[in-house]
């Protein structure tokens, strides 16, 4: 039996295939002193889904993604090492956080086994040894579980409802955040939700589509 997200929650959508979540996982000291809730979801149902197309399939846009997030990882001081080829599939270690349900910690290991030491976690050796790393040696069979890929689709099928259409994304106070850049909007609307009901930020969030295709 699946479980819904409650979104009375504060919550942070993440996918081990992106780059700039980990990024801003590294700067989780920062973040606001609430206690969200990790929440993985499939990136690319995202993209099916609100019809997006990936980054890393516009050849000039990938190019520049993979040096914008090395350039933000120095900039950062965070270490940072790209896996043997990008995207990959990511959904072993979405399994293995979802049969997990893992806390910041657990997260984190998983994202550094990628995005530090430069692993591809989809092969069973490195997956095996993530999972060791990580406190469960018996993921390789958890994943398996029909319940723990159900409880990851409940989760995706229910972050779009709620808009979700990135990762990472933070959802506080029943708004979204998203992107690694977004972190001194969501400290500042922590601070200071009031802005979100200022008039022009009011005006602007509705404005209409001058061409008629925003819905479409």
């Given at each position: 039996?699946?479980?819904?997200?409650?979104?009375?929650?504060p919550?942070?959508f993440?996918?081990?295939?992106?780059?700039?979540?980990?990024?801003?996982?590294?700067?989780?000291?920062?973040?606001?002193?609430?206690d969200?809730?990790?929440?993985?979801?499939?990136?690319?149902?995202?993209?099916?889904?609100?019809?997006?197309?990936p980054?890393?399939?516009?050849?000039?846009?990938?190019?520049?993604?993979?040096?914008?997030?090395?350039?933000?990882?120095?900039?950062?001081?965070?270490?940072?090492?790209?896996?043997?080829?990008?995207?990959?599939d990511s959904?072993?270690?979405?399994?293995?956080?979802t049969?997990?349900?893992?806390?910041?910690?657990?997260?984190?290991?998983?994202?550094?086994?990628?995005?530090?030491?430069?692993?591809?976690p989809?092969?069973?050796?490195?997956?095996a040894?993530?999972?060791?790393?990580?406190?469960?040696?018996?993921?390789?069979?958890?994943?398996?579980?029909?319940?723990?890929?159900?409880?990851?689709?409940?989760?995706?099928?229910?972050?779009?409802?709620?808009?979700?259409?990135?990762?990472?994304?933070?959802?506080?106070?029943?708004?979204?955040?998203?992107?690694e850049?977004?972190l001194?909007?969501?400290?500042y609307?922590?601070?200071?939700?009031?802005?979100?009901?200022?008039s022009?930020?009011?005006?602007?969030?509705?404005?209409?589509?001058?061409?008629?295709?925003?819905?479409?």
């Amino acid at each position: 039996m699946t479980v819904g997200i409650n979104d009375a929650q504060p919550l942070w959508f993440y996918d081990f295939v992106s780059p700039f979540t980990y990024l801003l996982l590294e700067q989780h000291d920062k973040w606001p002193g609430f206690d969200f809730v990790f929440t993985p979801v499939v990136l690319n149902d995202l993209y099916r889904h609100w019809r997006q197309l990936p980054a890393y399939n516009v050849p000039a846009k990938r190019t520049f993604m993979y040096r914008h997030a090395l350039f933000r990882a120095e900039q950062l001081g965070i270490p940072y090492k790209m896996p043997p080829a990008h995207p990959f599939d990511s959904m072993k270690p979405l399994l293995l956080a979802t049969a997990a349900q893992a806390d910041v910690v657990c997260v984190r290991e998983i994202f550094r086994f990628i995005w530090r030491e430069g692993r591809d976690p989809s092969g069973d050796d490195a997956f095996a040894e993530l999972c060791k790393r990580v406190g469960m040696p018996d993921g390789p069979e958890l994943i398996k579980s029909e319940e723990v890929k159900a409880q990851l689709q409940r989760n995706t099928a229910d972050a779009i409802a709620l808009g979700v259409y990135g990762v990472p994304t933070f959802r506080l106070n029943d708004q979204l955040f998203w992107g690694e850049d977004a972190l001194p909007m969501v400290l500042y609307c922590a601070r200071t939700p009031n802005w979100l009901e200022s008039s022009e930020v009011k005006r602007i969030s509705a404005l209409p589509s001058g061409l008629g295709i925003a819905d479409g």
